[in-house]
């Protein structure tokens, strides 16, 4: 339902993208938020001054979730979004909403999303990740380098920070699986398929567990 990745970036990369992130201009964070979500997006995010500098920072995040293999299992990504760095000072907030159903000009639609936590969870108090699945609401505060991956149609919200800064990167995912179902389906299959795969490559059963995962996949993509 939800996955959380630790040390997706690693240490040196993600000083380096504070450090970076720390010189350049941030502007209001209703800029980006659907029309209800903007009543109650109280943030600030990296603006547009410098584009080459946060264009790097935004290809790092990119390239370190699509090389990250937990990721690939978990969210089988068709489209990732470029992410929205975020700030949250005290007094800022996000509260309750849910993400658009389609971002970059209606060309990805929204499945999951993807919270990277720039800085450690001590530099600030509140400016917990709140999310309300069918099993009730848990709060997501993660060490700076880890992500949480959590769907999209998700009630969802970050409550206010009260002492320090949180710093985050936020994006979305389109799914190759459209269907939570079937994408948890074929994430439990495809761990068993790699599993068979080393110890059994020669057997029988080996190749029809592949068969069907593939068939599986086949059938599912794209819808
Ligand atoms: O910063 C976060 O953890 C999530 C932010 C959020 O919900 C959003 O940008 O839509
Ligand atoms: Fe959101």
Redesign the pocket.
Not at 88 to 108: I, K, Q
Not at 116 to 137: A, K, R, V
Not at 144 to 151: D, N
Not at 154 to 166: C, I, Q, S, Y
């Given at each position: 339902m939800l996955e959380t990745i630790p040390e997706l970036i690693s240490e040196a990369v993600r000083k380096d993208l504070v450090e970076a992130i720390q010189n350049l201009d941030f502007e209001d964070g209703r800029k980006t938020a659907g029309k209800r979500?903007a009543r109650v997006k109280k943030n600030e995010q990296l603006g547009s001054v410098d584009r080459e500098a946060k264009a790097d920072i935004q290809n790092k995040v990119i390239k370190s979730l699509k090389s990250n293999g937990r990721f690939q299992r978990f969210a089988m990504p068709n489209k990732v979004a470029t992410p929205?760095i975020?700030r949250y000072r005290p007094g800022m907030e996000?509260g309750l909403?849910v993400?658009n159903a389609t971002m970059v000009d209606s060309t990805l639609r929204t499945d999951l999303?993807v919270?990277l936590f720039l800085n450690e969870p001590d530099q600030y108090e509140g400016g917990e990740?709140e999310i309300f699945s069918g099993y009730g609401p848990v709060k997501i505060k993660l060490p700076a380098g880890s992500v949480v991956v959590y769907p999209s149609s998700t009630l969802?919200r970050?409550l206010p920070v009260t002492k320090g800064e949180r710093l985050?990167a936020?994006t979305w995912v389109e799914s190759q699986i459209r269907d939570l179902a079937r994408r948890e389906i074929l994430y439990d299959f495809g761990l068993a398929r790699s599993k068979l795969e080393k110890d059994a490559p020669n057997s029988e059963e080996t190749d029809r567990a592949n068969r069907a995962y593939t068939n599986l996949l086949r059938m599912w993509t794209g819808t």
């Amino acid at each position: 339902m939800l996955e959380t990745i630790p040390e997706l970036i690693s240490e040196a990369v993600r000083k380096d993208l504070v450090e970076a992130i720390q010189n350049l201009d941030f502007e209001d964070g209703r800029k980006t938020a659907g029309k209800r979500a903007a009543r109650v997006k109280k943030n600030e995010q990296l603006g547009s001054v410098d584009r080459e500098a946060k264009a790097d920072i935004q290809n790092k995040v990119i390239k370190s979730l699509k090389s990250n293999g937990r990721f690939q299992r978990f969210a089988m990504p068709n489209k990732v979004a470029t992410p929205l760095i975020s700030r949250y000072r005290p007094g800022m907030e996000y509260g309750l909403h849910v993400d658009n159903a389609t971002m970059v000009d209606s060309t990805l639609r929204t499945d999951l999303s993807v919270t990277l936590f720039l800085n450690e969870p001590d530099q600030y108090e509140g400016g917990e990740l709140e999310i309300f699945s069918g099993y009730g609401p848990v709060k997501i505060k993660l060490p700076a380098g880890s992500v949480v991956v959590y769907p999209s149609s998700t009630l969802h919200r970050v409550l206010p920070v009260t002492k320090g800064e949180r710093l985050a990167a936020v994006t979305w995912v389109e799914s190759q699986i459209r269907d939570l179902a079937r994408r948890e389906i074929l994430y439990d299959f495809g761990l068993a398929r790699s599993k068979l795969e080393k110890d059994a490559p020669n057997s029988e059963e080996t190749d029809r567990a592949n068969r069907a995962y593939t068939n599986l996949l086949r059938m599912w993509t794209g819808t």
